[in-house]
């Protein structure tokens, strides 16, 4: 875990980074259902990572562990889909803005800001989209770790296998995150 660091795009400190190494998708929704004790409504939480990094399936054991309605799959086709707790928890609201392209702006057709208050917010393809909704957010980057090449191709070589590894980088923002409420997250993954 690294020390505290100020982000100049908020102009303020942040809780620790943690950064935690998984070794298949069943440990990525692992981590998704231990972010999820974390979480409570008001939250907004940012995926960034490349097509087919993760942040589905991690968005998935998001949802599990706050134990809502519907199987939650990527919201592409539909920008936003909203599962209501089965457990008298907030929902969650699982956004996509991969194809969103005027920011905050286009964002607030989506009624963000009315549903974040009591919802639990996740948010696909966030990064310079959804800041502004809130000072007190989670940040989390998945970055696939890439098997060995194989023989053949072009240039004798095919793209490397996904072997299923991923490093993720939890950052929390604003005063929210700023007590040791990450810290343990990265140890149960160790």
Request: aromatic share 4%; hydrophobic share 40%; charged share 25%.
């Amino acid at each position: 875990m690294e020390a505290p660091h100020n982000d100049p795009a908020t102009d303020g400190p942040t809780a620790p980074r943690t950064q935690i190494d998984l070794d298949s998708p069943d440990r990525t929704q692992d981590l998704g259902r231990a972010l999820a004790a974390l979480l409570r409504p008001g939250d907004l939480v940012m995926l960034t990572g490349e097509l087919g990094a993760g942040k589905t399936t991690l968005t998935r054991g998001i949802g599990e562990g706050l134990g809502v309605r519907g199987a939650v799959t990527s919201p592409t086709f539909v920008i936003a889909r909203v599962h209501p707790s089965l457990t008298g928890g907030p929902p969650l609201v699982h956004v996509d803005a991969y194809r969103l392209d005027g920011g905050l702006d286009e964002m607030e057709d989506l009624d963000l800001d009315v549903s974040l208050p009591e919802s639990v917010v996740v948010v696909e393809w966030g990064d310079d989209k959804v800041e502004e909704l809130t000072d007190a957010r989670l940040h989390v980057v998945i970055e696939r770790a890439t098997g060995t090449a194989a023989a053949g191709g072009e240039g004798g070589l095919l793209p490397p296998e996904d072997d299923g590894r991923r490093r993720v980088v939890v950052t929390g923002y604003g005063d929210r995150w700023a007590g040791p409420a990450l810290a343990g997250l990265g140890a149960a993954f160790a």
